[in-house]
């Protein structure tokens, strides 16, 4: 913290999805009394469109950079006295991972050792301690726990032992496990999230949600894989953000929460949703009103080790920080399709180009 006060926050990966949203809700909650660095390499998930809002401030850096790089990492750590580092950066979705996990090893894993070496050797005392009040956040999933069966009184909780199955759930609980060994061989000041799936804006259409969306207002078929009974907890991105802030301010040290929504829904309640959520809020005349219907939605061929069903009791940071999800799922989703009605550029900006190839060939 400098002599005014202000906190310098280094975000990694904050031109993707969630980082993006934490970002405006940091900035929106704390205005000139932080600094935001934000880090990023800028692969196909990361888009500097999400941050236009912001860009000019003062208070706001971007700095183009991979997290498996050590030097970029340092510099900016010898650069600026870091006071948080909240890491969200990694290769983030299941069906690329399966296609491709190298990527995702190198970036969850090896990624996540150097940010976790650089903020070590930026903080540590020549006795071992670290300079009082500096914290880290690793930003982690509930897919670390594996699967629940489909029985509604199952949870994970933050005793559950891991079980990851997909190459992305295998790759953020090796980086889960980095950050506990740091902290127990170090005592390094960290803290763990894991969170059930987020949705909202500016979420790349490669996710259910986005990519049902952007289907239907287009008439596409509505991909469904397997028997879409499969069960995800849906957490809407800005509670999630909110919640991340407070287990870095409120939070005991070395501690895991695991943060959820209590909103468990089969993937074809979500699409069923969706589709009258469309129809009720596309104006009379609106010509996408006519070809938003059921009939888009097609059953294709199931995600190999498709875990059934996720689900999170967040007891743990509710009784010990105040957090819960505020959101309600109607809410949310009204929200979230009126963000991408009056962001149609967007979509068609991170829908041109590489995505056409991926879509083509993932859903061949
Ligand atoms: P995202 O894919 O939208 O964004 C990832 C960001 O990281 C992008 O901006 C990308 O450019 C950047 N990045 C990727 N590789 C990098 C590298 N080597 N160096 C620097 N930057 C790099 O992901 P998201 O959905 O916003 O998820 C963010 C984090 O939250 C991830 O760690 C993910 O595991 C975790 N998480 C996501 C969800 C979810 O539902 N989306 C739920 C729980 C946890
Ligand atoms: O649980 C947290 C995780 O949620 C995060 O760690 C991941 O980063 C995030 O991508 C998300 O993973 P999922 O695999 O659960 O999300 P996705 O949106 O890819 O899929 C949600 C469900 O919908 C899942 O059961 C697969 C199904 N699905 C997905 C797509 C893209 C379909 O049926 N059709 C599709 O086209």
Known sequence: MNKEGVKTY????????????????????????????????????????????????????????????????????????????????????????????????????????????????????????????????????????????????????????????????????????????????????????????????????????PLIINNALQGKKLPVYGDGKNVRDWLFVEDHAKAIDMVQEKGRLFETYNVGGHNEKQNIQIIEIILETLQEMLPEGDPRKAHVSKDLITYVEDRKGHDRRYAIAPDKIKAEIGWEPETMFAEGIKKTIAWFFENEEWMKNVTSGDYQKYYEEMYK
Not at 66 to 77: G, L, R, S, Y
Not at 168 to 189: E, G, Q
């Open 10 to 209: 280094l975000v990694t990966g904050g031109a993707g999805f969630i980082g993006s949203n934490y970002i405006h809700y940091m900035f929106k909650k704390y205005g000139d009394t932080i600094r935001i660095i934000n880090v990023d390499v800028l692969t196909y998930a990361g888009n500097l469109e999400n941050l236009k809002a912001v860009e000019d401030r003062d208070n706001y850096t971007f700095v183009k950079a991979d997290i498996t790089d050590k030097e970029a990492i340092a510099k900016i750590f010898a650069e600026n006295d870091i006071d948080r580092v909240v890491h969200f950066a990694a290769e983030s979705h299941v069906d690329r991972s399966i296609r491709n996990p190298e990527v995702f090893v190198q970036t969850n894993v090896l990624g996540t050792a150097v940010m976790l070496n650089c903020a070590k050797a930026a903080w540590e005392l020549p006795d071992g301690s670290f300079k009082e009040g500096k914290k880290f956040l690793h930003v982690s999933t509930d897919e670390v726990y594996g699967s629940l069966p489909d029985d509604e009184n199952a949870f994970f909780y933050e005793t559950t032992p891991y079980d990851p199955h997909s190459p992305y759930s295998a790759s953020k609980a090796s980086s889960d496990m980095l950050v506990k060994a740091y902290m127990d061989t170090y005592k390094f000041p960290a803290n763990i999230t894991n969170c059930s799936n987020n949705y909202g804006p500016y979420q790349f259409p490669e996710k259910l949600i």
